[in-house]
C-alpha cells in the first residue's frame, strides 16, 4: 500500500504554486465538467472504469468522518476530452449514508457526476484540497508518480460523497496549448 499523501488546502501548503497549477487545483469554478467541455470544445466524455462497493482507503475514510475500513460505493472514470483521458476521477461515498439518502449514485454510467452534484442545491462543497497522488491509486494506462490531484466533499444532510480528480498530461498539454 503506498503512503497516504498529505492532501493540502491552499493556505496550508508550504510554497506557493505554479499559477496555472493553482488555478486548476485550488480556485473553486463550479463544475470541472464544464470547465473542461469549454476546454475541449465541446469534445467531452465520461469513459466508467469501474464501480462497486468496496473498502475504502484510510484517507477517504478520515475525509468522510468514517471508521477505518468502512465500505462504500466507489466510482472510477475517465473525463475524456477529444477523446484522450484528461483526468482520472475516483467518487466515494459511505455505504449506510448513501443507502438512507435514496441518492442515485449506482446507475450514473457515462453521466458526469460532478453535473449532477452541482445541478443539485442541496449538496454544499466543502474545501478543495490537493496533493501529488500516487501511482499505485492510478489505473495501469495512467500509472504515472507526481501527477497533482484535488479532491473536495460534498454533503447533502448525512451523505457525504468525496470527488478526487487527477489531472492526466494530456490535460496540461491543453491547458499550455490554450495560454
Do not use: K
Amino acid at each position: 500500500m503506498p503512503e497516504t499523501p498529505a492532501w493540502l488546502s491552499a493556505d496550508r501548503r508550504p510554497l506557493p504554486l505554479d499559477p496555472v497549477l493553482h488555478t486548476w487545483l485550488y480556485e473553486d469554478r463550479g463544475s470541472l465538467t464544464r470547465r473542461l467541455t469549454d476546454l475541449a470544445e465541446g469534445a467531452f466524455s465520461v469513459q466508467p472504469l469501474a464501480e462497486g462497493w468496496q473498502p475504502l482507503r484510510g484517507d477517504e475514510c478520515e475525509a468522510l468522518w468514517l471508521p477505518p475500513g468502512s465500505r462504500g460505493w466507489v466510482r472510477e472514470v475517465f473525463l475524456l476530452g477529444h477523446d484522450r483521458p484528461w483526468v482520472y476521477a475516483r467518487s466515494v461515498a459511505g455505504r449506510e449514508a448513501l443507502i438512507a439518502s435514496g441518492f442515485d449514485l449506482q446507475h450514473l454510467g457515462s453521466r458526469s457526476l460532478g453535473e449532477l452534484l452541482f445541478s443539485d442545491r442541496a449538496f454544499a462543497r466543502g474545501p478543495l484540497e490537493a496533493c501529488q497522488y500516487p501511482a499505485a491509486w492510478l489505473p495501469e494506462p495512467v500509472h504515472e508518480d507526481g501527477l497533482w490531484a484535488r479532491r473536495s466533499r460534498f454533503s447533502q444532510g448525512a451523505l457525504a460523497v468525496l470527488v478526487a480528480e487527477v489531472f492526466l498530461p494530456p490535460f496540461w498539454a491543453r491547458v499550455r496549448r490554450q495560454a
